[in-house]
């Protein structure tokens, strides 16, 4: 005879509340233009340092993916910030994860953004300032925030491995890290000489450098400036050089969206500029990924980024 199966109530008995000097993590609902986000707010222990619990910081996902992230990198990110005091938002932008509505680009979730920075401050509202966290598009969102919004609540950024990418930063990158590596390989010019896979490869470096020239040295634009006509990449910078407020900004070293934002920062006056500010700090991880997967890198970042926020604020 089977064994009887264990009761309802045991399957649901509830678990045992977390200790109030605990970092706790609280689920929610929110509105955006009549749609509703899912987020959670990561609250630090009720002890926790006040001058950290000042600063509170939204986490902007780069898409398309939800709340959680690569290898659930924003859950243990927003874990380690809560730790060290300071409560942090990551939410479903709309049309992803819980979250409701028609799917957007990054450079449509500006709304989502402000609706964010809302719920953070009205569900903790010891928050006296916002950082604006972002990877990849996340962070190309977060700067279009910033031209889009003069929000006074967002006093810091942190930026990792932007998004630039356009047809010329892509050629660029692939002339400089890829072709380059492969013109000192000697089975490039074997199969050069060949007339096989090389000889397609030598069509590609020259399309590339086509390409890579075509743009000009001072990126997209008009020339008159018109807001309307900026591609996204000028918007993003016109975006960082309104922001008075200090900059992280992260670099993986295994990894060709870092290398596209650093071309594009050595092609653009005002991208220089902006990197070579007082006001950003460079943290470049070696041998990190996109995602800085590795647990390695994963707690390098976290122990980086507390430490700036307790320096910056």
Request: hydrophobic share 45%; proline share 4%.
């Amino acid at each position: 005879m089977n064994a009887a199966p264990p009761a309802l109530n045991a399957l649901s008995a509830p678990t045992t509340p977390p200790a109030l000097d605990t970092p706790r993590e609280e689920a929610f609902a929110f509105g955006c233009e009549g749609e509703r986000l899912l987020g959670i707010l990561h609250r630090p222990a009720a002890g926790a340092d006040a001058a950290a619990a000042a600063t509170g910081v939204v986490v902007i996902v780069g898409g398309p993916q939800y709340r959680a992230g690569s290898h659930r990198q924003f859950v243990h990110l927003a874990r380690a910030l809560a730790a060290a005091g300071h409560p942090v938002l990551r939410f479903d932008m709309r049309g992803m994860g819980d979250s409701g509505g028609a799917q957007r680009s990054f450079e449509q979730i500006s709304a989502d953004i402000a609706a964010a920075l809302d719920a953070l401050f009205a569900r903790a509202p010891g928050v006296q300032r916002a950082v604006l966290w972002g990877l990849c598009d996340g962070a190309s969102a977060a700067l279009l925030y910033l031209h889009e919004r003069a929000d006074a609540r967002v006093q810091g950024l942190c930026l990792l491995n932007p998004w630039v990418r356009s047809e010329a930063s892509l050629a660029r990158t692939h002339v400089k890290h890829y072709y380059a590596r492969r013109l000192r390989e000697r089975d490039f010019w074997l199969k050069l000489l060949k007339g096989g896979v090389g000889l397609r490869a030598a069509r590609g470096l020259l399309g590339n450098l086509r390409r890579a020239r075509a743009e000009g040295s001072e990126g997209g634009g008009t020339k008159s400036g018109a807001e309307s006509t900026l591609r996204y990449q000028d918007r993003m910078a016109r975006g960082w050089q309104r922001f008075a407020g200090p900059t992280l900004l992260v670099l993986s070293g295994d990894d060709y969206t870092a290398r596209e934002f650093e071309e594009q920062a050595k092609a653009c006056t005002d991208w220089r500029a902006l990197i070579e500010s007082s006001r950003v700090q460079t943290l470049a991880l070696s041998n990190a990924d996109h995602t800085f997967s590795a647990t390695s890198d994963k707690r390098a970042l976290e122990a980086r980024l507390t430490r700036w926020l307790q320096e910056a604020f």
